[in-house]
Every structure is written in C-alpha cells, then in structure tokens.
C-alpha cells in the first residue's frame, strides 16, 4: 500500500490529504499521480468513487506549486471541465481542501449562477478554474477569460460530456488552448467517440484502468420489489416509514417526476426536495445541502444531476423507477457505499420496466434479489423476469441519440437545452476501490462535498 509522501507529493499537500483522513492511496491515485508529476499524458478509465479526483488535483496542485508562476490577468493556469454543475462545485471543494496550505486563486465557473462574479474572479487571473463547458465558453469567447495560457487541462467524465451535448463546446475550449500542455481524461467508459476525443487532445499518453474488482457494486445489498406502476407511492412510502433509513437518494427518470415524488412524499410527511437540472444552481445546493445537513430525509433526483452527488452516510438508494441505460443503475446505486460504506439499493419493477431489469442483470452480471415481503408485492410481474419472452433491451452505442432519457439544461448562458441519452458500454461495474484499501474520511459522517471555491 502506497502512502502519499511514497508517490513523491509535497508536505503540505501530503498534510492536507492526512486531514481529510486518507491513510494511503486507491489504485488510480497510485498509478495516476507518479505519471502527472512526470508531466506526461493520463488517460484514466475509473469511475466515481475510485478516488479519480483526488488522483489528478493532487499531482496537479503539486505541479503548480513547483512552478512559481503566477496567472497574469484573465488567464488560467489549469482548467478542469466537468459535465455537471455538482460535480463541478465538488471537484472545486477537492481543490480547497487538498490545496489548503497552498495559496492558489481558485474558482467554479458553472452556469445557473451569475456572470459578474466570475468575471470579476478572472480578471485578476486564476490558478485553478473548474468549469462547467458552455459558461466557460460564454466568458472565453467574450473575452473574459484567456486560456492561451494554460498548463494542465483536465476532461472530467468525458463520457457524460457527450451524453450531455457538450462535444462541440469542448473542441471550441481546446481550440483556444496552447499546443505545450498536460492532459488529464478521466471517463467511467471508452465509448468510440470519447476514444476517438481522447485520440485527439492527448499526446504519447499512459492509459490507467483501474480494475472493477470489489466493485461498489458488490458491497452494495440490492433489492428489487416487483410493483403495479400505481402502487409505487404506497410502497415507498411504506418503505420509508417502517426501514430505519435517514438518508436516501430516490432516482426518477424525469424532471417532472421527481419534484412531482418530492411533493407527494411531503404531503406523507417525509421530509424530501428534488434535485434535477431544471432547477437553479441555488436551489440545488440548498437541496443538497439540507439533505446532507438531516433536514430532509429524501433526495429525489434525475440521473444526470445525481451524478457526482458525494453524499456520506447515505445508507439507501431507491429506484423509484429502473433507469433505461443500464450503466445508469451502477452509477444510482453507487450514490451509496461511498468511500467503503456499505449500502442498500432498492429497484421498484413495474411490468414494463422487466426488460430494462433483464439489461441491469447483464452489465452487473449477477440476479438482483427480489423481495417480495412487502404488502405491495406483484407475483405477475415478479413471474415475468423469467419469461422467455421478455428480453433486455439492445443498448445504444455512441452518445447523443434521442431516446426516452431526460435531457438535462446545459449550464449555457442561454439556458439552451439538449436531449442527450446515454451509451450502453461494456464497462460495468463501479469501482469501489476506497474500501479495499481500509480507508475513510474520519469523523465527518453526513457531509457533503458542498462548499464552493473561493
Ligand atoms: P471520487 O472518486 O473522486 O469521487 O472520490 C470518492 C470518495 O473517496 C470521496 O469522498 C473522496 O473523499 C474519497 N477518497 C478519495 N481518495 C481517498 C483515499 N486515498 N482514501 C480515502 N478516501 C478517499
């Protein structure tokens, strides 16, 4: 097991991570961090969960802190792109903390919020900016911000980017980047596209994988309840009154579904808010950060806005509905058993959702257990797993193809939006590699990663 002062990091970057009670590093971190500090080229296959962000701001903040420059006005010396505003916030926060004895300008540039503070955070120039891609765009090609200048640039779930519209943004931010740089990709699958993306933005390469052994799946206790589609209120309802759960995450397929749920679960009174990309920035981090505080005990969310959420101490996930993209369920269910915990995931299965059950079953490669202990149970439905007539679905290949997926507003001045829907790869589980490694944030049980950079 590797320590972090091992993979060659400074003392005060090696003092924050002890802070945050990291003993030693995940199999990304520990491939990942010697090849950045070389300077050369990462191409990283890992998922959420894996430890993937301390794995390049860690070497990253080293990097830039060896080299004494300073950003002149407007420029940026390293920029990180994510697909969404979550995760951006949270990969800031990753910054600050980890950066904590360091003085870098930081800051988050996501849609949603206003312009003016983020101009004036550029002006001056910045160390670190973690952006969504259609604000940065707006600011850049306006003039706000000069990226001519930049040393490491990061691509963050490359994958979701495409699912999410983003591609043509990307190219245009990289066109306007300077030819000498670092380049970190990170993506939870290769679809072809991010392949052929990767082929192009990185040079001579090392290309990191890690294993999906003892996959957050495996330590998840997972579940499916076989239900008619207008049983599901009850059932979660009854779910949620009689299990000892304080904290879950319950997915909806849809924007409208999932503040439709919240409501309906207020009106029970459990204590719920929505999480989705319709709502304001402000109001999805006084959601998640009510949920994160114990105030409300349910966090409803559509896929794309979940993704990223890094919640401790959530102890259940329910699929309220079955995610179409197979992949997706990995990446719900993984909301829980963060950073080793374990964790229960509940799958409502009304009639039509059997094949996309049939789907899951084939990527995590194992038979979901049903559960049919509830007053709500459906023997019918429950029978037809096992029809040989019901099959999964094909899955979609490639991003961008219209489909039954939520589209999600992209973070453009505009508030333009875009469908996307997802892929269906072959990498199936996800990682969970915090727990093989015995390690854990200590004492801050419940926290989110919530906080904005400065
Ligand atoms: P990520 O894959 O970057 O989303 O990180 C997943 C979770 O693992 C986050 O809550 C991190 O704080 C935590 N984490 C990252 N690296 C380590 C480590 N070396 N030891 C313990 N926890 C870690």
Sequence with gaps: MTSFTDLGLMAPICQAVAAEGYETATPIQEQAIPVVLSGQDVLGLAQTGTGKTAAFSLPILHRLAESKKRPGPKKVRCLVLT??????VQVGASF???????RFK???ITGGVGFTPQMNALAGGLDIVVATPGRLLDLATRGYAQLDQVECFVLDEADRMFDMGFIN???KIIAMLPKERLNLLFSATMPPAVAQLAEQTLRNHKRIEVSPTSSTVERIEQKVMFVQKDKKKDLLVSVLNEQNI???IIFTRTKHGANRLAEQLGKSGITAEAIHGNKSQGARQRALSEFQTGKVRALVATDIAARGIDVEGVSHVVNYELPNEPESYVHRIGRTARAGAEGVALSFCELEEVPYLRAIEKVIQQTVPGDDTHNFHDASIAEQRNSPHIKAPKLQRGGNKGGQGQGQ??????GQQR???GHGQGRTTGAGAAAQHGRGRGGQGGRARTTRAA
Excluded: F, W
Excluded at 83 to 88: D, G, K, M, S
Excluded at 409 to 414: E, M, P
């Design 83 to 88: 697909p969404t505003r979550e995760l951006a």
């Design 96 to 102: 600050a903390t980890y950066g904590v004895h360091l």
């Design 106 to 108: 930081r800051t988050v």
């Design 169 to 171: 943004d990307i190219k």
């Design 246 to 248: 304080n904290r879950v």
């Design 409 to 414: 507003s992209r973070n453009h001045g505009g």
């Design 419 to 421: 469908q996307g829907q």
